[in-house]
């Protein structure tokens, strides 16, 4: 059995004349977690929102299971619905309570009973740490305590992935390490991940494959180990060194 | 008597006709203080419902996936939309309520006045909500939807759940604000002689050619039915903002 998860064919994105993906090949397989990494500009958000679709490849295709993801709305909500997404800026619905949060497309998408939802509610928010918290608005709550709840939420829909987007680019330092705790945390139990990071140690510790982007290309793409310490690329070996004395 | 007294059987000064018109005709100012409320209202309301529609509809946007049918039928209703909202926006509710009623008598329909009034209402509300409605879900941040379609939400619940409740708390300010003007403008429908307030004062007025104090009365009127539903809109602004604490939900406290 065949145990590729997402396949991402040729893809290529351009904003106009701007090209910001450029023949993009990835195999996703399941319990993999990939850790994206590269300087700011280099495409590695805009591929993980095309990877969710919220952008529409220019060319190329993305296979989900093998089959292909095609522009039709309701086969991109379906698709969506297993392949989660925890956003920079948590994107929490702001109109609703942290419970209400994880419900809701629980109930609307995959239509599931109150009761199950509830459970799963706060069977993910236990496992962040903000089941306390049911009753929160977001704007009541600190950044990480968003990124927790945001996480809960997206596992609540038992995605088959789960796309992290900069999920700690936005948090106050101080912050940053419960948030990455969590992600550790997940990684452990099976769950495959595609992470979009800056932060190195994450990437080299907790990832099982890391790729380097650059100028809209997949420069490198090895096992943490290889990437960081050998890295063979000249650019991945500039980007690291500029990080790793900064 | 006391300090102040005022003979009503012989009325002087604008006081004394004030006080004796109102007494005189209080049946009158009351109905017409009815319906004026009663156009207002369910103008507004429906005019609010017809902005919602017409909002959301000026919102849509054609995917590229969507097939041709689909892509037809929004620019047409597209089209229609932003035609609505142009000419109703663009001409006065006066002149508004003249082309309807008289339009719709010439074709033969016996239209009643408080009828077309409301209509006339509640389709120039419409047209003023739309572009609020459309103001107040471009208010609302792209994130949340992103947050929403990223968990497989349709474009249709995401509205429904996310963007339009966001949206309705935003336009709260204006909604009061198109309900008070609301209560004001029915003073124009006199012309297409609905029996409201202005109607009522006219009336009064020239029975004893006494249009200063006749006009001063329902001025007290709006102003007194303004005041006291501003202050209700207020209260209710205060009530939606919603508690600024949360119960700590204990019985999940050693989870942490």
């Not at chain 1, 948030?179 to 139990?189: G, H, Q, S, Y």
């Not at chain 2, 209703?77 to 909202?85: D, E, N």
């Not at chain 2, 002149?95 to 509640?122: F, H, S, W």
């Amino acid at each position: 059995m065949d145990n590729t998860v997402i396949s991402i064919k040729d893809l290529s994105k351009s904003f106009g004349k701007h090209e910001v993906l450029r023949k993009i090949d990835i195999d996703v397989t399941e319990g993999e977690i990939i850790c994206i990494v590269g300087s700011s500009g280099s495409g590695k958000s805009t591929l993980l929102r095309c990877i969710n679709k919220l952008e529409k490849q220019t060319t190329g295709e993305i296979f989900f299971r093998g089959k292909e993801i095609r522009d039709v709305q309701r086969e991109i909500n379906e698709y969506r619905a297993k392949v989660g997404m925890v956003f920079q800026s948590f994107n929490l619905f702001s109109n609703m309570t942290v419970l209400e949060n994880c419900m809701l497309c629980t109930r609307k998408v995959l239509h599931i009973s109150k009761e199950e939802a509830f459970d799963r509610a706060i069977t993910h928010l236990k496992e962040v740490g903000m089941a306390p918290f049911i009753n929160a608005r977001p704007d009541q709550l600190s950044g990480g305590q968003k990124q927790r709840v945001a996480i809960a939420r997206s596992l609540c829909m038992n995605p088959e992935v789960l796309l992290f987007d900069e999920p700690t680019s936005a948090l106050d330092p101080e912050m940053v390490g419960e948030v990455l705790n969590v992600m550790k945390e997940l990684a452990t139990t099976g769950l495959t991940m595609i992470i979009v990071t800056h932060e190195m140690a994450f990437a080299r510790d907790v990832s099982t494959r890391t790729i380097f982007m650059d100028q809209g290309y997949i420069a490198e793409d090895a096992p943490p180990s290889e990437l960081f310490s050998n890295p063979k690329n000249p650019r991945t070996r500039e980007f690291l060194s500029r990080y790793l004395a900064g | 008597m006391g300090l102040i007294s005022f003979d009503l059987t012989n009325p002087q000064t604008s006081l004394e006709w004030m006080i004796y018109l109102t007494s005189k005709y209080f049946k009158m100012f009351l109905d017409g203080t009815w319906l004026t409320l009663y156009i207002a209202v369910l103008g507004t309301l429906f005019g609010f419902l017809l902005g919602y529609i017409v909002g959301i509809v000026q919102d849509m946007k054609i995917g590229e996936g969507d097939n041709a049918v689909k892509k037809f039928l929004v620019r047409i209703l597209k089209g229609f939309a932003s035609i609505y909202v142009e000419v109703f926006r663009d001409t006065p509710m006066i002149v508004q309520a003249m082309i309807i009623y008289y339009g719709i008598r010439q074709l033969g329909v016996n239209l009643e006045p408080v009828l077309a009034g409301i209509i006339v209402t509640l389709l120039n509300t419409g047209a003023y909500m739309a572009e609020t409605v459309r103001g107040g879900i471009g208010s609302v941040d792209h994130g949340q939807r992103e947050g929403a379609w990223a968990m497989g939400m349709s474009p249709m619940k995401t509205m429904i759940y996310i963007v339009l409740p966001q949206a309705f708390k935003n336009i709260i300010p204006e909604m009061a604000n198109t309900f008070l003007t609301n209560l004001k403008m029915t003073s124009v429908l006199n012309v297409i002689a609905v029996q409201e307030l202005f109607m009522a004062a006219k009336t009064v007025g020239g029975n004893f050619y006494k249009y200063f104090e006749s006009y001063l009365v329902i001025a007290v009127i709006y102003f007194v039915l303004c005041f006291v539903f501003n202050k209700i809109f207020n209260l209710m602004e205060k009530k939606l903002k919603g508690k600024k604490d949360y119960v700590l939900a204990v019985e999940y406290m050693d989870s942490q």
